[in-house]
């Protein structure tokens, strides 16, 4: 299940990404909704960094392994 979460995130960043390069080479604004977008995948990504760093950290400092 976890592959399909990734292979789903990373299209979508790459179509974000792609998007914006693209606008940007255009010289042209990005539509609110892709700026949208791409914030909350930026949010969920700073999420996911912090409960994973959380996480390896209450694990090194309880002393179990992962």
């Known amino acids: 299940m976890f592959e399909v979460?990734?292979?789903?995130?990373g299209v979508l960043a790459s179509f974000?990404?792609?998007s914006v390069t693209r606008n940007k080479?255009?010289?042209r604004?990005?539509?609110?909704m892709l700026s949208l977008?791409?914030?909350?995948l930026a949010g969920f990504s700073l999420g996911s960094a912090i409960l994973l760093i959380g996480y390896v950290g209450w694990n090194?400092?309880?002393g179990?392994?992962?």
């Open 16 to 18: 974000v990404m792609a």
């Open 29 to 32: 604004q990005n539509p609110p």
């Open 64 to 66: 179990t392994a992962a």
């Open 37 to 40: 977008f791409a914030w909350a």
């Open 60 to 62: 090194a400092v309880s």
């Open 25 to 27: 080479r255009a010289a």
């Open 5 to 9: 979460a990734a292979l789903t995130y």
